[in-house]
């Protein structure tokens, strides 16, 4: 059974791996490209887009796909719903991958918003020197506030207009509590912004930010599609695959 795993995450790069490993299943692992250095997921891996629903429905149909993991980012939206239409075009089935987002415990001063344009506006009425969490996409929404100062931190340089008072941080993480909380005491940070991605790997700028008293504001996730199968954890796409797989015939269902 040939899947294609739509990737670009830690999720992902694990699925890659524990997929590859069954027998019947080939795994294509599939990256956007707008990371100049990705972390190889090894394996069989493709780069780049597809060229739309149209262009993506044709890849598939070329290439004798029968199923589709989505494990992509939680905001990488336009990806999520190109799968969903070609897949339903093509009759394939398509499992997403949606992590849990992260909840607000004692001590947290969160601010959600609903998009990327109020975050600017929160934030700006919040205060004057503000952390960029969010990638390099999305920055262009706080090129227009003049008055506060920002970090932005990213792993590539935004390609967007930035804002006139700021500072580019280019990092990859994992990053730990104690370096989040240095961060925030070296910049002076007053506000935090960040997407509802979920997961660990970025969760600890949340705690730093939580004993330091320092408000959140969080981009709440988009909307996925209507009807899609979801599961929230690499295991549970494991389980799902190998039985689905084992069904279809790939595979005896007691391997």
């Known amino acids: 059974m040939r899947i294609l795993l739509l990737g670009g995450t830690g999720e992902a790069r694990e699925l890659a791996h524990v997929l590859s490993g069954e027998r019947g299943l080939e795994i294509v692992s599939s990256l956007a490209g707008r990371v100049a250095d990705p972390v190889n997921p090894g394996g069989q891996v493709r780069v780049g887009g597809f060229g739309g629903v149209d262009g993506l429905r044709d890849w598939l149909a070329g290439n004798r796909i029968e199923l589709v993991v989505d494990a992509t980012h939680p905001f990488a939206a336009t990806m999520t719903e190109h799968a969903a239409r070609a897949t339903a075009d093509l009759g394939l089935p398509m499992l997403r991958l949606n992590r849990p987002g992260w909840t607000a415990g004692p001590g947290d001063r969160w601010l959600r918003v609903p998009d990327m344009n109020s975050a600017a506006a929160v934030s700006a009425d919040t205060g004057s020197r503000i952390l960029l969490t969010i990638g390099r996409q999305g920055v262009g929404a706080f090129a227009g506030y003049t008055k506060p100062w920002f970090l932005i931190r990213a792993i590539d340089p935004p390609e967007s207009t930035l804002p006139p008072r700021h500072e580019l941080l280019l990092a990859r993480g994992p990053f730990t509590v104690a370096a989040e909380a240095e961060l925030l005491d070296r910049h002076r940070i007053e506000v935090l912004v960040t997407k509802d991605s979920g997961g660990d790997a970025t969760a600890a700028k949340l705690v730093a930010a939580r004993d330091k008293g320092i408000p ?39 391997a």
Do not use: C, F, M
């Open 216 to 254: 959140v504001v969080i981009v709440d996730r988009p909307s996925a599609p209507a009807g899609l199968v979801e599961v929230s954890s690499v295991t549970a796409v494991h389980t799902w695959v190998t039985e689905y797989a084992a069904a279809k015939g790939n595979r005896p269902a007691e």
